[in-house]
């Protein structure tokens, strides 16, 4: 079994400020994590992922995240926070290719930006 | 490519009311994936697809429930005899083994909402 703990349902930072969205896995197995962000009345878009090559990951719009397996962490960083970046967060966890890779959601993070 | 589509984008219906959507994959594709999305929650897993074969369906997919893939091409979900409890956005996502991760694109999805 896996799961997604996403600590929080809403963070607000200041534009240029540092943004951190955290997430903590649950998984038997090694994971392969995800970190999708979804726009108002839209799907899911893909930021970044970890599929156990290198453990700082770095994705689209200057997002990155750090696979820590001890921590069974994946937190999701950038440097400094855009207007664009406000929308939803979701974090994700799949576990072997070559079966069923279904994706489990945490909850979202909702990011605002304050300007 | 261009991407998942799903249609339609929004519905509307009333309680016992069947239902039908659409969503066509990115075309080298031959997995399909179907979500269900609450206000509020993340994505839960609904169904899977490898080319043509329904391979694994959620706890969550009622009687009232089914999806297919002719010929592994697009596919369609369908609700029978609506609930209020079936408003929902219903994401659809592809994916291929090619590069070793599966990772899942998404699709805008279908908004459903049950009066």
């Known amino acids: 079994a896996q799961s997604v703990t996403q600590l929080g349902s809403h963070v607000s930072v200041s534009e240029g400020a540092l943004v951190l969205l955290r997430c903590n896995y649950s998984?038997?197995?090694?994971?392969?994590l995800f970190w999708y962000v979804q726009y108002p009345n839209q799907g899911l878009q893909l930021l970044l992922k970890?599929?156990?090559?290198?453990?700082l990951v770095k994705g689209i719009n200057g997002f990155e995240a750090e696979f820590k397996k001890s921590e069974t962490s994946f937190h999701l960083t950038k440097p400094s926070a855009h207007m664009s970046d406000a929308a939803e967060y979701f974090c994700?966890?799949?576990?072997?290719?070559?079966?069923?890779?279904?994706?489990?959601f945490g909850k979202g993070i909702t990011l605002s930006v304050r300007p | 490519d261009t991407g998942v589509s799903q249609n339609p984008r929004h519905k509307i219906t009333k309680r016992g009311q069947n239902v039908t959507f659409r969503c066509d994959p990115i075309?080298?594709?031959?997995?399909l994936y179907w979500y269900r999305q609450t206000l509020g929650q993340g994505p839960e897993f609904l169904t899977y697809?490898?080319?043509?074969?329904?391979?694994?369906k959620s706890r969550l997919l009622s009687d009232r429930f089914s999806a297919e893939r002719p010929k592994g091409s697009f596919s369609t979900l369908e609700i029978q005899r609506t609930e209020q409890g079936d408003s929902a956005m219903y994401l659809c996502?592809?994916?291929?083994?090619?590069?070793?991760?599966?990772?899942?694109?998404f699709g805008p999805g279908t908004r459903l909402t049950v009066l």
């Open positions: 996502a592809s994916s291929s083994l090619a590069g070793g991760s599966d990772t899942q694109y």
């Open positions: 998984s038997s197995v090694p994971p392969y």
């Open positions: 970890y599929t156990s090559a290198a453990t």
């Open positions: 994700a966890v799949s576990t072997a290719t070559g079966a069923n890779s279904k994706l489990t």
């Open positions: 075309s080298e594709h031959n997995r």
């Open positions: 697809f490898q080319n043509e074969a329904q391979l694994e």
